[in-house]
């Protein structure tokens, strides 16, 4: 079965970095767009960054861009999220996806917590 294992979550300060990492595994993951969401409580997850199969176009939501990088190794089945200058309000639930035929897959997520 499909399953998407989200790590590198954690708490930074503003202005700090992290990497977050998804490894897919039971799809095609060379032939699948992926992308990175992220939801805070009483909120609907948003779309943050999506990356086509062969990582050569890339998209992002507006209040990321330019801090936030996708990337993909398609040899070891993972997609990444470098985010950099981060802000109180970059603060969520971080979540892989793919879309297998008609279904959507979610890891666990992973937590980021922006504070000083």
């Known amino acids: 079965q499909v399953q998407l294992v989200e790590s590198g979550g954690g708490w930074v300060q503003p202005g700090g970095s992290l990497r977050l990492s998804c490894v897919a595994s039971?799809?095609?993951?060379?032939?699948?767009?992926m992308r990175w969401y992220r939801q805070t409580p009483g909120k609907e997850r948003e779309l943050v960054a999506g990356?086509?199969?062969?990582?050569?176009?890339?998209n992002y939501d507006d209040s990321v861009k330019g801090r936030f990088t996708i990337s993909r190794n398609n040899a070891i089945n993972t997609v990444y999220l470098q985010m950099n200058s981060l802000k109180p309000e970059d603060t969520a639930l971080y979540y892989c996806?793919?879309?297998?035929?008609?279904?959507?897959?979610w890891g666990q997520g992973t937590q980021v917590t922006v504070s000083s």
């Open positions: 039971g799809l095609p993951f060379n032939a699948r767009r």
């Open positions: 996806n793919a879309i297998q035929g008609i279904i959507d897959y």
């Open positions: 990356i086509s199969s062969n990582g050569h176009i890339r």
